[in-house]
T-cell receptor, first 113, second 113 residues
Framework: QQQVKQSPQSLIVQKGGISIINCAYENTAFDYFPWYQQFPGKGPALLIAIRPDVSEKKEGRFTISFNKSAKQFSLHIMDSQPGDSATYFCAASPTSGGNQFYFGTGTSLTVIP | GAGVSQSPRYKVTKRGQDVALRCDPISGHVSLYWYRQALGQGPEFLTYFNYEAQQDKSGLPNDRFSAERPEGSISTLTIQRTEQRDSAMYRC???????????FGPGTRLLVL
């Protein structure tokens, strides 16, 4: 079964707007939550990651919000740009029990000028 | 420096044939992972290695799939008696330690006719 659930499947945002992608998990052994960005024809590339000891991590225009009690985490892209148009995958990993990543199903983001 | 490389980039084979997919991780990376990515989906974990030891093969779909990393560097994913349902993008990733950021290769697109 899908270990990490991701929504929405697709997202269209105006340039300058905020893009929000949500993920949820069940396995409490997960303790590392990365977000990957994938452009067509390319492999996924790490965007930003968080561990559950913090509730938020910000890197430039990208922020992860983490709610440990709800077992949810989300990616916020501020001031979205057309160059951000890509597919975004959340993932979760039980690093203490192995580093295999369990990915969400992906969100196709389109930022329109 | 060089990233993760995979070969071949594309492989077309007939049903029933065996295929071998190669992954060359980033030099010095301890861990190597294999994923399968269907179109429009997130990568699905298959197996991973720390050095030459296969740590987890729980994601391999059946016994037609096997992987090895005999010298702790290059890895080969072998699919025996291929079936049409094996058609997918096969991605390899590596990480410097047995936890943390995974760097993905460009993938091998496998098509079984």
């Amino acid at each position: 079964q899908q270990q990490v659930k991701q929504s929405p499947q697709s997202l269209i945002v105006q340039k300058g707007g905020i893009s929000i992608i949500n993920c949820a998990y069940e396995n409490t052994a997960f303790d590392y939550f990365p977000w990957y960005q994938q452009f067509p024809g390319k492999g996924p590339a790490l965007l930003i990651a968080i561990r559950p000891d913090v509730s938020e991590k910000k890197e430039g225009r990208f922020t992860i919000s983490f709610n440990k009690s709800a077992k949810q985490f989300s990616l916020h892209i501020m001031d979205s740009q057309p160059g951000d148009s890509a597919t975004y995958f959340c993932a979760a990993s039980p690093t203490s029990g192995g580093n295999q990543f369990y990915f969400g199903t992906g969100t196709s983001l389109t930022v329109i000028p | 420096g060089a990233g993760v490389s995979q070969s071949p980039r594309y492989k077309v084979t007939k049903r029933g044939q065996d295929v071998a997919l190669r992954c060359d991780p980033i030099s010095g990376h301890v861990s190597l992972y294999w994923y399968r990515q269907a179109l429009g989906q997130g990568p699905e974990f298959l197996t991973y290695f720390n050095y030459e030891a296969q740590q987890d093969k729980s994601g391999l779909p059946n016994d037609r799939f096997s992987a090895e990393r005999p010298e702790g560097s290059i890895s080969t994913l072998t699919i025996q008696r291929t079936e049409q349902r094996d058609s997918a993008m096969y991605r390899c990733a590596s990480s410097a330690a047995s936890y943390g950021t995974q760097y993905f290769g460009p993938g091998t697109r496998l098509l079984v006719l």
